[in-house]
């Protein structure tokens, strides 16, 4: 393994008993990072989907990573998890958002959701690396409030008709299945999720966005949807319950991108310290001047206020699976939250730093801190903005009187 990553997990196992197949599972991860670097690197400086990206990691086995062996995942555990997702972070974003997207949310919804015959005919195809998922939930006046999306369902026969459109949708143009989510036409109040094909009548993509601040090599797609016919089998979950698949996973959705914006902090510690070791200015190493150091510093608390708060939430995580108690839940969603909140900031933050140390050549996308700067910005918006982030954690402190959206 890369030698901070190594370090990393040899740190956590005098609070974890790491088994075997879990160190084998993360040897495997640290190998598809490592392959993972050119080909991330070279899309980016040309501002396009890597396609080489699924292939590599098809090719290591991890596109299942935590589901269960019998759909033919990894069956790694919440801390193997997001210690692959940090790993992956310190490669960049564009890649963790394809497989937050394809794993955390869209295979992750359905192997806590699905029917036995869903699972088989979706879950284990992607775990195996045969099919790209998307979650199609945010719309053009619905990010923050999925309550107020508009596309909709209706049923006709044996099959829901669907009609609308989604906005930002990670996957969205490369994907052949997705979990989407609609409102019933008759009752504004009920959302419901459906496992849609993408190759069928009525699923179109509108448009593939390419002018992004960053995330280059990873796919955004806008959607639309005319008449799209679902067949009943394929709502997952309870009809009307699609706010409660929703909410389980994008608290995996946010730990996801939590452990993947500590990985960008750690890469950016590692660039800036040897940055800081090589370059020579006024005679001597940058390193040297204080005020690079102070940088530095700033660097290394944001990695220690980030990296604590998500294993912390893994290993509550780790609890659940054992024992899964509403009450387990609720920590879980505040947890998540502080995670992510803490987490996606200080990546931004450390990425900003960097560049600074970096100097002018910090501000190219020829350097690994220069991408991770246009990246970051994004993390503090997908998943749950900053602001609903910080409503989410006071609000379980004050109690449910004190709900502010």
């Known amino acids: 393994m890369e030698k901070s990553f190594s370090e990393t997990v040899d740190s956590l196992k005098t609070i974890y008993n790491f088994s075997a197949e879990d160190l084998q599972i993360l040897e495997r991860v640290d190998a598809a990072a490592e392959e993972l670097v050119t080909s991330e690197f070279d899309h980016y400086l040309k501002r396009e989907l890597n396609t080489d990206a699924p292939k590599i990691a098809k090719k290591h086995g991890i596109l299942g990573l935590p589901i269960d062996k019998k759909y033919g995942g990894l069956g790694a555990n919440p801390l193997v998890s997001v210690l692959a997702g940090e790993r992956f972070g310190q490669v960049g974003l564009g890649f963790s958002t394809f497989f937050g997207a394809n794993v955390m949310l869209g295979q992750m919804s359905i192997q806590m959701w699905g029917s036995d015959e869903q699972k088989e005919r979706y879950l284990r195809p992607a775990a195996a690396g045969d099919v790209i998922m998307a979650f199609g939930l945010t719309e053009p006046e619905a990010g923050s409030d999925p309550l107020s999306m508009k596309t909709s369902y209706e049923k006709k026969g044996k099959n829901f008709v669907i009609n609308g459109s989604k906005y930002f949708i990670s996957n969205g143009s490369i994907a052949k299945a997705m979990v989407l989510f609609a409102k019933s036409k008759e009752n504004s109040n009920e959302i419901s999720a459906f496992l849609i094909d993408t190759d069928k009548n009525g699923f179109n993509v509108d448009m593939e966005l390419k002018e992004k601040i960053g995330l280059f090599t990873s796919d955004t797609a ?16 309870t009809l009307g319950g699609g706010m409660y698949v929703a909410y389980s996973s994008i608290l995996n959705g946010r730990m996801g991108v939590a452990s993947a914006c500590t990985g960008v902090i750690q890469d950016c510690l590692n660039s800036t310290v040897n940055r800081a070791r090589e370059r020579i200015q006024f005679g001597k190493e940058i390193g040297k001047h204080q005020l690079v150091q102070e ?18 939430t893994a290993l509550k995580a780790l609890e659940y699976n054992k024992n899964p108690t509403n009450e387990l839940v609720r920590e879980l969603d505040q947890r998540s939250a502080i995670a992510k909140k803490i987490a996606s900031r200080a990546a931004w933050e450390s990425a900003d730093h960097a560049v600074q140390v970096f100097g002018g050549f910090g501000y190219s996308l020829l350097s690994p801190v220069g991408r991770h700067y ?21 609000g379980h402190v004050l109690g449910k009187g004190f709900r502010a959206f």
């Open 295 to 312: 940088h530095i510093s700033e660097i290394v608390q944001n990695l220690e206020k980030a990296r604590w708060p998500v294993y912390i």
């Open 222 to 237: 806008m959607l639309s949807f005319h008449d799209l016919e679902v067949p009943e089998e394929n709502l997952l979950g």
């Open 374 to 394: 246009c990246d970051t910005r994004v993390t503090r918006i997908y998943e749950g903005t900053d602001e609903i982030m910080e409503l989410k954690i006071a």
